[in-house]
Nanobody, 115 residues
Framework: QVQLVESGGGLVQPGGSLRLSCAASGSIFNNNAMGWYRQAPGKQRELVASISSGGRGYYVDSVKGRFTISRDNAKRTVYLQMDNLKPEDTAVYYC?????????WGQGTQVTVSS
């Protein structure tokens, strides 16, 4: 059974940084693109960044230049380095395959950007 466990969220001031981690169990990780998604209160969940199995990244315009997605296939872990955080980045962040598989959503990790 594949599971995804997100960690690394927290409360940070505007302009600050956080690094999210997503650890995957099972063998599905290495051969698939992975994505970080977020859902803000009252909004739909959206894809923020994704990374191919070969390491090519994709970013939504609102985070380009501020967020960096990476993966360590040996550790079955995908990371999201978030710099210069803004209040509008506040959301619950999730990882999943890209495109997402509905049965893989985990609990997510809360990111709150506030002074």
């Amino acid at each position: 059974q594949v599971q995804l466990v997100e960690s690394g969220g927290g409360l940070v001031q505007p302009g600050g940084s956080l690094r999210l981690s997503c650890a995957a169990s099972g063998s599905i990780f290495n051969n698939n693109a992975m994505g970080w998604y977020r859902q803000a209160p009252g909004k739909q969940r959206e894809l923020v960044a994704s990374i191919s199995s070969g390491g090519r990244g994709y970013y939504v315009d609102s985070v380009k230049g501020r967020f960096t997605i990476s993966r360590d296939n040996a550790k079955r872990t995908v990371y999201l380095q978030m710099d210069n955080l803004k209040p509008e980045d506040t959301a619950v962040y999730y990882c999943n395959l890209a495109p997402a598989y509905r049965h893989l959503w985990g609990q997510g990790t809360q990111v709150t950007v506030s002074s």
